[in-house]
């Protein structure tokens, strides 16, 4: 009969040991190793620490590379026809005027904008935009204010993006001789100058006896004030007022009121814009050309896909904007063949134009809409206005 044996039993009046293999290198204390094994050890102990002293680099790196930066990254974002649908309705849509069915493109393009107040990015996202050729990498101070919080610039984003929509509007029906009336409002001060005679949401009506039309008018009306105290009518919360207003001049000598300056629009009709998650002012002109197309019989682009960019004041001046560069990538990726871009941007367009895009320059919305009709007409690119002609 077997006697079974658990482990970690041992049989009665027995001992059990177990003999682990020796390390070669290991003696007993009082055994002294061999100068040979002595010399073997110190290699050994210096890859070891060099191992160490690796890894702890490597996980240095790796954590720097994860590490918030003060950079923003400027990333081409998505085309969108200002003449189709946006969550499913019609981006442009006008009542109380006859509208037309249209075809073809006329994109507004976008930015992705990473980083900033609205969300830090690492430095592995910063170095992947440095060897991105279609990506622009700037100083968090270069983009926003320092104290600038994500809500901040969100509300200015929105602020611009209907001011941009409002000021389309207007240049779209000064291009089409729609009258429509534009009082001009305080803004906000900019200083104390005339703080408690002027406050936000003022109309101004008249200068020294003279309506006021607009900016360049109100311009023109305080340098010919030759006490610097021009008498003013203004509109407050319904209520006629008037008052002697005070200015100081600027480094250029311009007599000035200190207040930032608004345009509120009274339209014949209604035009709304349907677009979410887009902010700023360079979809003016697209914006424009847009409203155009819809009110005019015929198809303004001939079912060619134009994109474009660029900021609109009422009188169909085109201004400037940023991220041209990204917007190029965005047109093409989007179908563009061609691309209207603001004359003040043409240096930051050169060596930038993805191949298959033609680009070409306008400086107000008549030269852009003349661009279309062209392109609509079958005209050969060479021979329009591009940035370097």
């Not at 602020?159 to 207007?170: F, G, I, K, L, N």
């Not at 319904?238 to 009121?257: M, Y």
Request: some cysteine; glycine content about 10%.
């Amino acid at each position: 009969m077997r006697t079974g044996l658990r482990v970690g039993e041992k049989p009665e009046g027995k001992t059990t040991t177990v003999t682990q293999p020796q390390d070669p290198q290991e003696r007993p204390a009082h055994e002294p190793a061999s100068d040979n094994e002595s010399s073997s050890l110190r290699p050994r102990r210096t890859q070891r620490r060099l191992i160490t002293a690796t890894c702890i680099a490597v996980v240095l790196a790796f954590v720097a590379l994860a590490l918030p930066t003060p950079y923003v990254v400027e990333a081409p974002g998505p085309a969108i026809n200002t003449l189709g649908k946006d969550s499913g309705k019609q981006l442009i849509e006008v009542t109380g005027h006859k509208t037309y069915p249209t075809r073809g493109s006329l994109d507004m393009t976008t930015v992705f904008v990473l980083g900033g107040a609205q969300g830090k990015i690492s430095f592995f996202r910063v170095l992947q935009a440095w060897a991105d050729p279609h990506e622009d990498v700037y100083p968090e101070e270069a983009m926003y204010p320092r104290t600038a919080t994500s809500e901040q610039i969100s509300d200015t984003n929105a602020a611009e993006m209907d001011d941009s929509q409002q000021s389309s509007v207007a240049a779209a029906l000064g291009d089409l001789g729609i009258d429509y009336q534009q009082e001009l409002t305080v803004a906000g001060l900019a200083n104390d100058t005339n703080k408690g005679l002027l406050q936000t949401d003022d109309v101004l009506r008249q200068i020294d006896g003279k309506p006021i039309s607009d900016v360049e008018m109100l311009r023109s009306a305080l340098q010919e004030s030759t006490d610097g105290k021009p008498r003013m009518k203004l509109e407050r919360a319904g209520q006629e007022k008037q008052i002697t207003a005070k200015t100081t001049l600027s480094k250029e000598g311009k007599h000035q009121l200190g207040v930032y300056l608004g345009t509120r629009y009274t339209f014949p009709f209604d035009v709304k814009f349907t677009l979410s998650d887009v902010g700023g002012p360079s979809a003016g002109m697209m914006f424009a050309l847009g409203i155009i197309d819809t009110l005019t019989p015929g198809d303004l682009t001939g079912g060619k896909n134009i994109a474009g960019t660029g900021t609109i004041d009422a009188d169909g001046k085109v201004g400037p904007i940023g991220g041209i560069a990204q917007k190029l990538v965005g047109a093409r990726r989007g179908g563009a063949d061609y691309f209207l871009a603001p004359a003040d941007n043409c240096d930051d367009v050169v060596g930038r134009v993805p191949e298959g895009l033609t680009v070409i320059k306008v400086a107000t919305l008549e030269q852009a809409r003349q661009a279309v009709e062209q392109v609509a007409s079958g005209t050969d690119p060479k021979t329009l206005a591009g940035c370097g002609s």
